[in-house]
């Protein structure tokens, strides 16, 4: 099964931390929608004899949409597409978008699982991430959207300046308060080119110290785990049965469609991006050009890929698969870079499954680079 995710990229005020692509101004959202349906139905051969398991609305804030103008998309999508008959459709959400008349209309929609973007329960940090909700809206949300909806997801941020391991604590037990079956997790990162950047650099934030997010971390995944979570990836927590579907399809390499401006699109062969402007993607929509660079990726670059996402989930890299796919010389370079990772207990094999222990997690991506290859002499 494949995927489609939908760049909504509109949001009501930016948070200092973000570098995501989105547009603060509404003028061009009608025309916006008009655009992402177009080119659903420009990319519909992209998906012949593929069938549609997960529709995933990302952004920007896609609950700026009406519930009008998000059923408009999808009844575009199930028009051009081949769809199973139960499809995991995840609609990202600001806390102060969802009302109770919200709610209630997104949960009579095909909607049926939402991923709302909550990130402390407290209101030092959101004043400091310049949210667009308060404590009380992000409570609040919560408690409406459980009565309609079994499929709930909230992200939190951790790594916060100023966030004691207490305060980081009762945001995690807050979080289990309200017994939803998945959580997002993400560290703190200083992108360049944000407002977050430009206050550490003037002194008027104090920088993100990685020792307290390894910390944080720590908590975060031990208290989940007693909580009967499964850390499925290393910044994705779930019950049994509410992994996220579409990122999961991700993690192992499924093909996705990526519709919307700066939208990565991938097929197992080839990766493709959007243009990240609203009005050029629009403008190269509407005369029925599609906007988009390709790259074909070479045997080293899919290699690099699956051990990146390998190492991130429970699932690990096969290295039986390595042998199979990528051949004898990146088999051995694998167990060569390894070596050291298991010796220092970073990494460890059940099997022919290459893993990242318990140890390890919160260095993965950086045991990943370790484990690349530049060149092989393709």
Known sequence: MSGIYIHIPFCKQACHYCDFHFSTSMGKKEAMI????RELELRKDEFKGETVGTIYFGGGTPSVLSTLEINAIIATIYKNYNVIENPEITLE???DDLDSSKIKALADSPINRLSIGIQSFFEDDLRMMNRAHNAVEAETCI??????????SIDLIYGVPGMTKERWQQNIEKALSFQIPHISSYALTVEPKTALKKFIDQGVVPPVDDELAQEHYTILANTLSQAGFDNYEISNFGKPGFYSKNNTAYWQGKKYMGIGPSAHSFDGKRRGWNIANNPKYIK?????????EVEVLSTTDNYNEYVMTGLRTIWGVSLNRIKTEFGDRYHAYILQQAKKHLEEQLLFLDGDTLLVSKKGKFLSDGIASDLFLLNLGE
Do not use: C
Request: net charge negative; glycine share 4%; proline share 8%.
């Open 93 to 95: 959400a600001n806390p």
């Open 34 to 37: 008009n655009a992402l349906q």
């Open 284 to 292: 190269s929509i509407q005369e029925g050009r599609l906007p988009m």
């Open 143 to 152: 408690r409406e959207a459980s009565t309609y909806f079994d499929n709930i």
